[in-house]
């Protein structure tokens, strides 16, 4: 069915697709972001956890991308009933169906630091 689908599209669907999708995943970060949510799933994940392990993120820019994720339903947000208040950050399901895409990603990744060095 996908393959069907992907067949269909003109050039043009496939270059707006990919300009969508760069534009929600795109930067230095957003996908660093996903990744560690994901990869500590089990775990209460709250903001100072998530900058402490996203090196080098600043509280700003991790606010900034944690609003858009979330805008975009990738992740959820809960503040938790709790002194001081605790916000808890999630993946959502349809976040993790980005994760086909970071694995090819990290593959290629690693592949290319090989070949380079």
């Not at 707006?16 to 209460?44: F, P, Q, Y």
């Amino acid at each position: 069915m996908e393959n069907e689908k992907r067949a269909d599209a003109t050039c043009e669907q496939e270059l707006t697709a990919i300009r969508d999708s760069v534009e929600i995943l795109g930067g230095k970060w957003k996908l660093r972001i996903m990744r560690h949510l994901n990869n500590h799933i089990s775990e209460t994940n709250t903001f100072k956890k998530i900058q402490r392990e996203v090196d080098g993120i600043s509280a700003k820019m991790l606010s900034k991308e944690l609003q858009e994720l979330e805008t975009n339903l990738l992740v959820t947000r809960k503040v938790l009933d709790t002194r001081p208040v605790t916000v808890k950050y999630a993946i959502t399901e349809y976040g993790l169906s980005v994760f086909p895409v970071t694995e090819t990603l990290v593959e290629w990744g690693l592949n290319h630091r090989q070949k380079i060095k």
